[in-house]
T-cell receptor, first 116, second 115 residues
Framework: ETGVTQTPRHLVMGMTNKKSLKCEQH?????MYWYKQSAKKPLELMFV???????ENNSVPSRFSPECPNSSHLFLHLHTLQPEDSALYLC???????????????FGPGTRLTVL | AQKVTQAQTEISVVEKEDVTLDCVYE???????LFWYKQPPSGELVFLIR??????QNEISGRYSWNFQKSTSSFNFTITASQVVDSAVYFC????????????FGSGTKLNVKP
C-alpha cells in the first residue's frame, strides 16, 4: 500500500449504529487530519493529531470521536449520528511539527458516509 | 471572513481551450504557503503544487501553470489546451506559518471540459 488509505470507502448506517472509519498513512508522516466535505460546503477541518496528540478540535460534536494510536493510524468513531452528518470524510497526513515548516497534506480517497 | 476565495463556482470549456481558475487569499502573516489540489469524481484530493510566500516566480508543469502575485493576493491556476481528464473540482488552500496544521480551503471551482 502506498500513500494514504481509508476504509471503508462507502458506509451506510442508521442513526443508532456505532461504526468506525479507519485511515492509514504509509508516508512516514507525523501529523494526521480528519476533514468533512459536505455537498456545496468548503472542506471542514475536524481534528488534527501531531505526534499522536490531538492539537486541534474544531468544535466537532461529541458523536464524532477520534483516536490516534500511533503516527500511522487514525480512526474516527461514530455513534448516534444525524442525517446531516452524511458527507465525504477525508483523512490526510503531513510531516509537521514545531520548528518545521508547513508541509503538504496528502489525502486519502475518503469514506462516503450516508446516515439514514 | 473567508481566507481563501474561489469566486468561480463552475466553469465549462471545450477541449483544447485554455482556462484559468482564480484564487484570492487573505492573510496578515508574512510567511505562508499556498496550494492547489484537484479532486476528481473518485473523491481523493490530489496535490498539484505548493508555493511559499517568498517565492513569486511563476511555475509551469506541462499544461499547468501558476501565477502568484502578492500585490493582488492571488494565486491563479491556468490549464493550457484542456482535456476531458482535467474535469474535476479544483481547490486552492492557504496555510500560515504561525499555525502550520491548519489549511484554509477555498470552496472549490468545478471544471467541466467537454469533448
Amino acid at each position: 500500500e502506498t500513500g494514504v488509505t481509508q476504509t471503508p470507502r462507502h458506509l451506510v448506517m442508521g442513526m443508532t449504529n456505532k461504526k468506525s472509519l479507519k485511515c492509514e498513512q504509509h508516508l512516514g508522516h507525523n501529523a494526521m487530519y480528519w476533514y468533512k466535505q459536505s455537498a456545496k460546503k468548503p472542506l471542514e477541518l475536524m481534528f488534527v493529531y501531531s505526534l499522536e496528540e490531538r492539537v486541534e478540535n474544531n468544535s466537532v460534536p461529541s458523536r464524532f470521536s477520534p483516536e490516534c494510536p500511533n503516527s500511522s493510524h487514525l480512526f474516527l468513531h461514530l455513534h448516534t449520528l444525524q442525517p446531516e452528518d452524511s458527507a465525504l470524510y477525508l483523512c490526510a497526513s503531513s510531516q509537521a511539527g514545531r520548528g518545521v515548516v508547513t508541509d503538504t497534506q496528502y489525502f486519502g480517497p475518503g469514506t462516503r458516509l450516508t446516515v439514514l | 471572513a473567508q481566507k481563501v476565495t474561489q469566486a468561480q463556482t463552475e466553469i465549462s470549456v471545450v477541449e483544447k481551450e485554455d482556462v484559468t481558475l482564480d484564487c484570492v487569499y487573505e492573510t496578515r502573516d508574512t510567511t505562508y504557503y499556498l496550494f492547489w489540489y484537484k479532486q476528481p469524481p473518485s473523491g481523493e484530493l490530489v496535490f498539484l503544487i505548493r508555493r511559499n510566500s517568498f517565492d513569486e516566480q511563476n511555475e509551469i508543469s506541462g499544461r499547468y501553470s501558476w501565477n502568484f502575485q502578492k500585490s493582488t493576493s492571488s494565486f491563479n491556476f491556468t490549464i493550457t489546451a484542456s482535456q476531458v481528464v482535467d474535469s474535476a473540482v479544483y481547490f486552492c488552500a492557504l496555510s500560515e506559518a504561525n499555525n502550520f496544521n491548519k489549511f484554509y480551503f477555498g470552496s472549490g471551482t468545478k471544471l467541466n471540459v467537454k469533448p
